[in-house]
């Protein structure tokens, strides 16, 4: 189905306008961009190749100058609630018809499709919520670093990593379908490094790369087993940081899991006790190791740095690592799982090559949220994996489509030039995991993996 939206307006060229910005731009979108800060702008224009106005979004000259009247979405990204509130209300009254707003205030959390309509706002995006949400989702998949749910949950995507010891090492994803043969899977993206790779059938694995693997539902558990993937529950989480993100999330997961919430300072400190049911609040900097132990961390099965300090985040998680690594004082004991907030993107393929498991980045979450929207006549899902340059993407091929003309086997060297892996496909109903003989007809859904620079390209493939 052909998009209804192509040209973009976007205000604030930040971190999450910039990131988007970048990702529309990939995908074939007509972006523009409005922007007062000069410095910014002059960083944007060098660097990318979509249009830049520097103006103000108060001022309606600047609309004018950004050719507002003749766009068909609108996307506030500033880090003024106020503005990015009523530049909607302008674009309403300009012809906009979609506009999406980011507020940071949960004031506007519960908005109902009424209350949202008299702001003129299609979508509202908050990024505390969001990242506490994907927290709450990441601790209740205990197993493996991640689960992503993609075909309407028919199929997952299991992220790990491999270890010097385990089964997959050495292998190829042409060995492993044959030394595994009761439970169909893929193999679709690999993290080596700062390197992300779409793997072919003679890719080996070797030690420390993380792997994502696709199967059916049903299947999952029986492949983990297979493959030696630890199962189990979070039955403790430690939280560290009382900021909007640390305290979401224990809110969210407080009547599921034991949660303890780590604040250094003891005003916030006293007044998140007053806001908990269940949660134990602890006063202590929880920054290095005696004040972990204190906290108890040997003993939790996660642990989650919400704070706003990259350094802190990324250093508190990695001594909670060793405290929680139960290995070191009983025979076959567990190793906790470690989340991150980490703002800088420059630190996310960083954190997960020196051990952390999920690095989470609220821009980025931000965007995905966003992208959702943007895509929605055109891409049946989509889901960003954690740790590696790849998306997800889900499409239901048109007639006449060039992914309907061939097998996928017949098609393998034009995905292998743009790294692209087609790794499951439903047909009246019916899902299975995608070989080389699979034919796509036309009005099949079908998953596809890739990273968000070669989304055009799919994108080429499923329309006519």
Partial sequence: ????????????????????????????????????????????????????????????????AAGASGMDLLITATNDDAVNMLACIVAERLGIKRRIA??????????????????????VVHPEQLIAQEVQRLVRRSSGNDMVDVG?????????????????????????????????????????????????ADESIVGADQVFIMALTQNMDRLMREIGVEQGRVRRLAILGGGLIGQRAAQLLEDEVEVRLIER?????????????????????????????????????????????????????????HLMNRDNRE?????????ALVDNEDYLVLSSTIGLDI???????????????????????VAHLHGVDAEVVEFQAASNSPITKKTLGGQASFFKEYGILIGGIEH?????????????????????????????????????
């Fill in 428 to 464: 009246e109903g019916r899902w299975e995991v995608a070989v080389g003989t699979t034919q796509v007809l036309p009005e099949s859904r079908v998953i596809a993996v890739c990273s968000s620079r070669q989304l055009r390209n799919v994108r080429r493939l499923f329309s006519t």
């Fill in 331 to 339: 025979v076959g004991g567990r190793t906790g799982k470690t989340i």
């Fill in 359 to 381: 690095a989470l980045n609220a821009k980025i979450s931000t965007a995905n949220e966003i992208l959702k929207f943007v895509r929605r006549n055109e891409l049946v899902s």
């Fill in 1 to 64: 189905m052909k998009s209804e939206i192509n040209r973009i307006l976007i205000i604030g060229i930040g971190g999450v306008g910039l990131h988007l910005a970048r990702r529309l731009d990939h995908e074939g979108y007509e972006v523009t961009v409005l922007e007062s800060d000069v410095e910014l702008l002059k960083n944007v224009s060098e660097t990318f190749e979509f249009s830049v106005v520097h103006g103000n979004a108060m001022d309606l000259s600047s609309w004018e």
């Fill in 265 to 321: 300072d003891p005003a916030r400190a006293e007044e998140l006790a007053g806001l908990m049911h269940r949660t134990e609040v602890m006063h202590s900097d929880g920054t290095n190791l005696d004040d972990l132990i204190q906290c108890g961390i040997p003993d939790s099965d996660s642990f989650v740095a919400t704070t706003g300090d990259n350094e802190t985040n990324i250093i508190s998680c990695l001594l909670a690592k």
């Fill in 102 to 123: 980011r507020l940071r205030t949960m004031d506007f959390d519960n908005l109902n499709s009424e209350e949202s309509r008299s702001f003129h706002i299609d979508l």
């Fill in 152 to 200: 309407n949950g028919n199929m997952r995507v299991l992220g790990l990593r491999v270890t010097d010891d385990s089964p997959l090492v050495g292998m190829t994803p042409r060995e492993l379908s044959k030394r595994y043969t009761e439970t169909d899977f893929r193999v679709v993206a690999l993290a080596r490094g700062i390197t992300t790779i779409i793997p072919q």
